[in-house]
């Protein structure tokens, strides 16, 4: 099992960046995936990035080339750098392992998430 919990949310302006932060912990080395999703008021929740264990980033199109995901294995932290934000950003930013609990069997796990107000 693992526990994620968010950071680095808050209220920003128009055009400003942020720093999100996703520390594991518990039987990290069974991740092998980690997502950043965002869901905003009266919206569906959205995939933004993911990263593989072996480093591999993938992006949604609409935050491709304005956010970065990047993981720091030592620290079982993984980030979402976000620049150039909008009001429309503003959300609730989660993150979500994918878990190999088993040969046979994989199990998700989310943190609770941090806001992200962006004023303009």
């Known amino acids: 099992q693992v526990q994620l919990v968010e950071s680095g949310g808050g209220l920003v302006q128009a055009g400003e960046s942020l720093r999100l932060s996703c520390a594991a912990s518990?039987?990290?080395?069974?991740?092998?995936?980690t997502d950043w999703y965002r869901q905003a008021p009266g919206k569906e929740r959205e995939l933004l990035a993911a990263?593989?264990?072996?480093?591999?980033?993938s992006y949604a199109d609409s935050v491709k080339g304005r956010f970065t995901i990047s993981r720091d294995s030592a620290k079982s932290t993984v980030y979402l750098f976000m620049n150039n934000l909008t009001p429309e950003d503003t959300a609730v930013y989660s993150c979500?392992?994918?878990?190999?609990?088993?040969?046979?069997?994989?199990?998700?796990?989310w943190g609770k998430g941090t806001l992200v107000t962006v004023s303009s």
């Open positions: 979500h392992a994918d878990y190999r609990h088993s040969d046979t069997e994989i199990r998700n796990f």
């Open positions: 518990g039987n990290v080395v069974n991740i092998y995936n």
């Open positions: 990263i593989t264990s072996g480093g591999t980033a």
